[in-house]
């Protein structure tokens, strides 16, 4: 350095610097290190930012005035820097000689100057706004000139005049300008032209941020102010950033994934090709090779292909390849943070030692303070960048994993879809994805924490020697015990997630069926049911909370027990050890930061676990066997047959035996082929074989052209009944009109609320299942294909309806003639029309041929028909053909309004949830239709070729409710009553306890601050073991108090969720039927799912955590207000900050949350109802069209997690300045009274200020989780007090108990309504039944005859007069008094899961032998006896393993078990075959001889042998007579009958 400087400017001088009240650094260091600091950073930042620009372009900006001032500053910069260089020259030229540094110095300033002016337009021609790189350089360079531009002053001021004019002009020139420099860089450019955020309506302003802003999240502010005004809506959100969208994260996962497959399957060849006896069946595109399913081939092979089989893709891999880069940038910023938190520390050590020191200068403890401040603010800055890189690769990696999940699920195999359910890989999707996301925020911890923990004790090893190991050996203890306590709270976790599955399950059943729960009365047997599970639940959950409070403990009391070990062992090894103030608070502060670290680890490593289970998840159902697109020829085009098979063997998975063998089928271009048969022959599956969707093990399929595809359960979308016809095609009116009137689906657009703009709700609920049906029938005839597949289209819908589809569409006038279609049909009177029939027998071809054909050959056809033709066939033709000539198909009454889900067309109600809901009743007059919808909005309403007044929509009348969402702040109410289910003095007791606890902590420390006095005053000895010993006292108080008060938290919250949960139950089976119908299931559920979670689990850790912090802060203030009482001035203005900032922050977060939640399940529901309906999709080759859609609701959903990610940043960084400013004043007062301080005391304030900024921002979220939280106590506590129905039992009107005798009923002038405010279904019935009458009820759909059904078992109550059975009013009685002597059977089958005993008899109130006999009249008990477990048979959700007839034969055995003497029997209708049919029938005429029966009918032969016909009309008896007399009177029954083709 002398050389540089020359020998008379020295480059350090201590008495000038440091030890002076007016300190200033010596010239030489000014020009050399101040100067060239700025100009070494922006020439080693330069290269790699420069690479950078040159990868990254943006497209140019136009020169803006701000640029050009720039631009000139920057020359000018230059100029001043070398007017300098040249008057160097020029000094020597006059003689005066000046050392080599005023050459140096202008001249690398000067360069660095160019460089900089030639960055600011680089960058403006690749389109930076704001350059993070030039606003350091600028600030560094005015930093560095701070220091000269106050010694240069100070000179002048000292001397009388200014030595060296020139120099002392020109600094200040190049000082101005620099300021203006950094002033200029603070503002943005304008953005790049053409750039996506001049066309975007709503970009995202972190795109076109400055430097600063993003630096402290300051582009967030706008959205948090808009938040606080009013709730955000969706609309507000912006758009998401292009490089976090489905369409660019996807295809980078499946690319990698992609490259991992490949990779996999060439080595498995190659490792494959010694090995293989004879090569593996090539039926599938075998993608995940090694695994997968075994055919009977490979056998032999798998034992020596155990080498091949490690080479399975990594999905890991993929993932760390396709978003490891942009994490990496996260974990050097997290380097870096962890390198600075050990800075304040010694800081704090440099404090304490200078408020010891008598006679030092005052800016010492200034600059220290402000040093620590600026270290904390710099840690925070990073600290957040950090967390800002993680979440968002975290929302990336759930993106990627969604898409890819949603792609692959359009593409797997049957045997594949079996081997996980729609929920499975929905969990896939919500659940693991999250872990993944959960996961990637901490995954540096893994390195970070034993860095922090290795750097935390190397300090203390420096500050108190080896004693630390003591302390460190009480941590690795404490790190088995936690990590115990883990494995425990996991396992107690998952049996806990187990109950609340099938409590959930359970519950759904039980909404699902409550309609049956109610019929039956069997409601306390499933309220026991629930509540049983829900007990082992609780119980669980205590365990937890058992756990949780030791675990609590053991983090609170983990640093004071260390410290406390280390600081005893340190005292008491070596009597010269002198636990002063420095040592003990810094050690302090130091065991503070290890708690995170150690505490973090176990949770990481279990959170690597679950990542890595759910990781195996993904990649198993990545690798499954996907489809082969070429099982199906669709090219052929040399033969003139549409479809042929040729030799077909088909399965559905490998390892099952064939469905179907050696069929051959070729269908003649234009023809109908009717497939026929008994159930379950395989007439599907030949279906599912021509798409594709079965494997194919032998043989050839081919079909010529484009396929329609109707399955036998209609698929239907949650969109508007347009686009579930459209189904992705050009809408055209003219060819949409003709579809519509050919399905008949023109009279239901009437009735319909929006017309054909309705919302179809999900599984298309709000549609009746022939309305169904007919819709997919639409669709298929829309799309306009070559060949149709018709699966068992026409069993939904009534008969008439049925008629006309044939005739208008399918049969051989229809509008389908010339196109190839196959129709799989149960119905025989459209058999004479077809061209050919095939007749399937077992899986195979039995027969195939003509009409005629087939009836000569007296095979197995003729035989079927003789069964079921009703009458002679030839005559039905004839009066069908004086239909088509009267054009009456559709008189006018019968305006088949099929929105009367309870009396709807026969409909094969496979989807559960049905028949809950009974829609509005329509009047059959054509009055208003009760408008229904299933979305919030009244549907959009279009202008049809109907008259206006069609038109109105009645919101009024909406069925279903908007479901409330609550907005704004909570109400304190909702608190209040919280803390009541807890119980009110335990709320104060939980208090007092935390208080008590905080207390402890606080005395430990200040009794640790007068230990640390002791060693200035010399009086150490003496009372060493008096110190250690009160110390631990304290301690250990601290510890059992922080374990009383969360274990007493934790047994109110669970008294509390126990309350709300047995009243929601409760009042849920007590609310009438009409709630149900009008109320989504899934609204109701949510309630016993998602609140009751919140209630059981997330409310409990919120305000555990919230008490917690609130104490821990309120502590920190009280202990820095004692020791300098004057930061009181301070605490007012930073604690309304504090709130201000809260309140903008909650009130944006909250609404956030909603938007996110709300947005996420379209994404899990769109998919659930992809994957019911892949073949659908596939048929119709629309599957990227879903891909999109699935894209953009993920999209969508991450446009409102994105900004819930920054507004926790946002906050962050916002806090942590509060807590930094806490920090500052707390160090600042510290210095100023240091006279009267002893550093016990300032140790322990500083201490405890550098604990607060992390509790700080805890209890803003905490606060703000708990207004989150407490709504679920809300929407329970409104669910639990809705209006109950008419009390179960009346103890003082209880009829006899062997009531009814004789089964006599009498309606009075009974007129009943659904709800309040519609009209009546029922007008003034008046009707007398004897005992043992069998009465049969008839009418079109809408007439009311359910209405009567649901009438006697009071689901409806009466609007006017009453119904008697012998002689009891049935109003004044109990509900369950009267329904249990009553019996139905109902129309769908309803069956609930658990054993078959169960659900025949559910209060276990008859023998074994009863349920036999009753099992053998209803026909079952060949099939019960054959299974091994006899009556204990388990009935899956809804009785899925049994078949509908099966099913509809269990209700059968039901009421005959219960014999009363009323039996009502809702027939069920064409979804089950005739002989399960005639079964019920005459088991019904043999075992209920001398019962009232009543029936409602929907094929008029079962009841013409009945004593009397009950016809309704419009809700009124119009006739009623016996069978016989009806027909003669020539009325509607004899119309009916002579539809039915039952007389001539």
Not at 27 to 39: A, D, H, N, T, Y
Not at 1030 to 1046: F, N, R, T
Not at 1342 to 1357: D, I, N, P, Q, Y
Not at 1359 to 1374: C, Y
Request: charged residues 20%; aromatic residues 10%.
């Amino acid at each position: 350095m002398e050389r540089l400087c020359g020998p008379e400017r020295p480059f350090w001088v201590a008495n000038q610097t440091l030890h002076t009240e007016r300190p200033d650094l010596p010239e030489c260091f000014q020009l050399s290190v101040l100067s060239w600091l700025p100009c070494i950073y922006l020439w080693a930042v330069c290269p790699i930012y420069l690479f950078y620009l040159k990868k990254n372009n943006r497209g140019y900006i136009m020169m803006s005035i701000m640029n050009r001032f720039k631009t000139v500053f920057g020359l000018l910069l230059w100029i001043v820097c070398w007017i300098d260089l040249f008057y160097t020259f020029h000094e020597l030229r006059q003689g005066y000689s000046q050392p080599p540094i005023y050459f140096v110095t202008p001249l690398v300033l000067g360069m660095t100057m160019l460089l900089a002016t030639f960055l600011i337009q680089f960058e403006r021609l690749r389109g930076v706004q704001s350059s993070g790189v030039l606003f350091i350089f600028w600030f560094l360079s005015v930093l560095c000139a701070i220091v000269p531009f106050r010694s240069k002053i100070l000179q002048a001021s000292s001397q009388s005049e200014v030595t060296d004019k020139l120099r002392f002009t020109t600094f200040y020139f190049y000082f101005g300008l620099v300021v203006c420099e950094l002033i200029l860089c603070c503002f943005n450019e304008k953005p790049p032209l053409f750039s996506n955020v001049v066309t975007d309506p709503n970009p995202c302003p972190e795109t076109t941020a400055g430097f600063l802003s993003t630096l402290t999240f300051w582009w967030f502010t706008s959205m948090a102010i808009k938040g606080y005004k009013m709730p955000l809506e969706a609309k507000d959100l912006w758009s998401l950033n292009q490089r976090d969208s489905s369409k660019v994260m996807v295809p980078k996962l499946m690319k990698e994934w992609e490259k991992e497959q490949c990779k996999a399957k060439s080595e498995q060849n190659l490792s494959s090709q010694a090995v293989y006896s004879k090569p593996p069946p090539s039926t599938t595109n075998h993608v995940g090779g090694g695994g997968g399913e075994s055919s009977p081939e490979e056998v032999e092979v798998l034992l020596s292909n155990q080498k091949a089989a490690q080479h399975q893709p990594s999905f890991l891999r993929a993932l760390i390849k396709a978003f490891g880069p942009y994490f990496l940038i996260g974990s050097a910023y997290k380097v870096l943070q962890d390198i600075i938190t050990f800075v304040n520390p010694q800081l704090l050590r440099l404090l304490i030692s200078f408020t010891k020191q008598k006679d030092v200068p005052d800016w010492w403890g200034y600059s220290l303070a402000f040093l620590m401040f600026f270290t904390a603010v710099l840690q925070t800055l990073i600290l957040h960048h950090h967390f800002q890189y993680c979440f968002v690769t975290g929302m990336n990696v759930r993106t990627a994993i969604i898409g890819a999940i949603y792609r692959k699920s359009l593409v797997i195999t049957n045997a594949a879809k079996r081997s996980s359910t729609v929920g499975e890989v929905v969990n896939l999707m919500s659940v693991d994805a999250q872990r993944f996301m959960d996961l990637t925020t901490f995954l540096n911890m893994l390195w970070s924490a034993p860095l922090q923990i290795v750097l935390a004790l190397y300090f203390l090893w420096q500050n108190l020697g080896p004693s630390v190991l003591a302390g460190v050996a009480v941590m690795v203890m404490l790190i088995p015990f936690n990590s115990v306590i883990a494995m425990k709270t996991r396992a107690y976790q998952v049996e806990q997630m187990q109950y609340k599955d099938s409590r959930i399950k359970l519950m759904n059943e039980i909404l699902n069926g409550i309609k049956v729960l109610k019929l039956y009365a069997w409601e306390n047997s499933f309220k026991e049911k629930v509540l049983a599970i829900r007990q082992k639940e609780l119980n669980v959950l205590r365990k937890t909370a058992y756990l949780g409070a030791l675990a609590t403990m053991a983090w609170t009391s983990a640093p004071f027990l260390v410290a406390l070990t280390t600081f005893a062992v340190y005292v008491t090894v070596d009597e010269n050890n002198i636990l002063d103030a420095e040592k003990a608070f810094v050690s302090l502060s130091l065991f503070n930061i290890l708690r995170f670290p150690l505490s973090m680890l176990p949770q990481v490593i279990s959170n690597i676990v679950q990542a890595s289970v759910s990781l195996k998840r993904i990649q198993g159902f990545l690798s499954h066997d996907e489809l082969d697109p070429n099982s199906v020829d669709r090219k052929n085009t040399a033969t003139d047959y549409s479809v042929t098979v040729i030799n077909g063997k088909f399965t559905w998975a490998k390892e099952d035996p064939p469905v179907l063998h050696n069929i051959n089928v070729m269908v003649p271009q234009g023809s109908l082929l009717a497939v026929v048969g008994h159930v379950g022959c395989g007439k599907s599956s030949l279906i599912s074989a021509l798409l594709g969707e079965v494997e194919k093990l032998e043989g050839e399929v081919s079909v010529k052209g484009s396929v329609a595809y109707v399955p036998q359960q209609a698929w239907i979308q949650n969109a508007t009944l347009r686009d579930n016809i459209l189904f992705g095609r050009p809408f055209n009116e003219q060819k949409y009109r003709c579809v519509l009137d050919a399905c008949a689906l023109t009279p239901d657009l009437d009735v319909l609320p929006g017309g054909d703009m309705t919302e179809i709700g999900e599984k298309g609920i709000n549609l009746s299942g022939g309305q169904r049906q007919r819709v997919s029938l639409a669709r298929a005839l829309y799309s306009d294909a070559d060949v149709y597949l018709l699966d068992d289209p026409l069993s939904a819908v009534d008969s008439h309806v049925a008629k006309h589809i044939f005739d208008n569409l399918i049969g051989p006038e229809g509008v389908l003639k010339g196109k190839t279609r196959i129709l799989v049909t149960h119905g025989i009177s459209f058999l004479p029309q077809v061209d050919n029939i095939l007749v399937m027998v077992e899986g195979r071809v039995s027969e195939m041929g003509s009409y005629q054909e087939l009836l000569s050959q007296n095979g197995a056809f003729s035989e079927f028909l003789r069964n079921y033709a009703l009458e002679d066939i030839m005559e039905e033709d004839e009066s069908t053909d004086e239909l088509i000539e009267n054009e009456e198909l559709f008189p006018d009454d019968a305006l088949s309004n099929h929105t009367d889900m309870v009396d709807n067309e026969p409909a094969v109600n496979e989807a559960k949830r049905n028949f809950m809901r009974q829609l509005s009743v329509i009047s059959a007059d054509g009055e208003k239709p009760r408008s229904r919808s299933v979305r919030r909005h009244g549907c959009s309403q279009r202008k049809h070729s109907e008259p206006q007044e069609k038109q109105k929509s009645h919101e009024t009348e909406k069925l279903i409710q908007a479901e409330t969402t609550e907005t704004g702040r909570v109400k304190a109410k909702v608190y209040l009553e919280y803390a009541k289910a807890v119980g009110p003095l335990l709320s104060v007791f939980i208090c007092f306890l935390y208080a008590c606890q905080s207390a402890a902590a606080i005395g430990a420390n200040i009794w640790l601050s007068q230990w640390t006095n002791d060693a200035s005053k010399n009086q150490t000895q003496e009372n060493v073991h008096m110190r250690v010993g009160v110390y631990a006292a304290l301690g250990i108080a601290q510890g059992i108090l922080v374990m009383m008060s969360s274990f007493t938290l934790a047994m109110g919250n669970i008294g509390a969720a126990r309350k709300l949960h047995y009243n929601l139950l409760v009042n849920k089976l007590h609310t009438p039927q009409s709630f149900f119908d009008t109320t989504p299931i899934g609204r109701i559920i949510n309630r016993f799912s998602k609140d009751v979670y919140v209630i059981d689990e997330a409310l409990p850790a919120t305000v555990l955590m919230l008490l917690g912090t609130v104490f821990t802060c309120l502590s920190t203030m009280i202990v820095i207000l004692s020791s300098t009482p004057i930061f009181a001035v301070v605490i007012v203005p930073l604690a309304f900050i504090y709130v201000f900032v809260q309140r903008f922050y909650v009130a944006t977060s909250r609404q956030l949350k909603r938007l996110e939640s709300v947005s996420r399940s379209p994404i899990y529901s769109h998919f659930s109802e992809t994957v019911t309906g892949t073949s659908v999709i596939r048929a119709y080759g629309r599957q990227s069209a879903f891909v999109l859609m699935s894209d953009m609701k993920v999209d969508d959903n991450q446009k409102s997690y994105y900004p819930g990610i920054v507004s926790n940043r946002w906050l962050g960084v916002r806090i942590e300045f509060i807590g930094n400013c806490i920090v500052l004043f707390a160090a600042l007062f510290a210095v100023t009274g240091k006279e009267n301080l002893n550093p016990g005391l300032v140790g322990l304030s500083v201490s405890y200020a550098l604990q607060v900024t992390m509790s700080l921002n805890w209890m803003v979220r905490m606060s703000s989780d708990l207004e989150n939280n407490i709504v679920a106590v809300e929407r329970v506590k409104e669910y639990s007090e809705t209006k109950t129905e008419a009390p179960w039992e009346v103890e003082d009107k209880k009829p006899p108990p062997e009531w009814p005798m004789e089964g006599n009923v009498e309606f009075h002038d009974y007129s009943v309504r659904y709800r309040e405010g519609l009209d009546l279904v029922l007008k003034k019935l008046s009707l007398s039944v004897k005992g043992g009458e069998k009465i049969g009820i008839v009418g079109r759909t809408g007439a009311g005859k359910s209405s009567m059904t649901l009438c006697l078992f009071r689901l409806l109550e009466a609007a006017a007069g009453e119904i008697t059975i012998d002689e009891v009013k049935i109003s004044e009685i109990g509900l369950h008094d009267l329904r249990s002597k009553l019996t139905i059977i109902p129309q769908e089958p309803v069956l609930f899961s658990g054993t078959l005993r169960m659900n025949l008899d559910p209060f276990e109130k008859y023998s074994d032998e009863e349920v036999w006999k009753a099992l053998q009249h209803s026909h079952l008990h060949k099939f019960v006896s054959t299974q091994p477990a006899k009556l204990e048979l388990e009935c899956s959700e809804g009785g899925e393993n049994l078949s509908v007839g099966q099913r509809q034969l269990v209700c059968l055995a039901r009421a005959l078990l219960r014999k009363t003497r009323i039996l009502i029997l809702d027939e069920a209708t064409a979804a089950i075959d005739l002989e399960t049919d005639d079964l019920i029938q005459s088991t019904i005429r043999t075992q209920f001889e001398d019962c009232t029966v009543f029936t409602i009918a929907h094929r008029l032969n079962t009841i013409m042998d009945y004593t009397r016909v009950l016809v309704l009309d419009k809700g009124q008896i119009s006739e009623f007579d016996t069978p016989t007399n009806l027909i003669s009177q020539r009325g509607i029954f004899y119309g009916m009958a002579k539809d039915a083709g039952l007389v001539q």
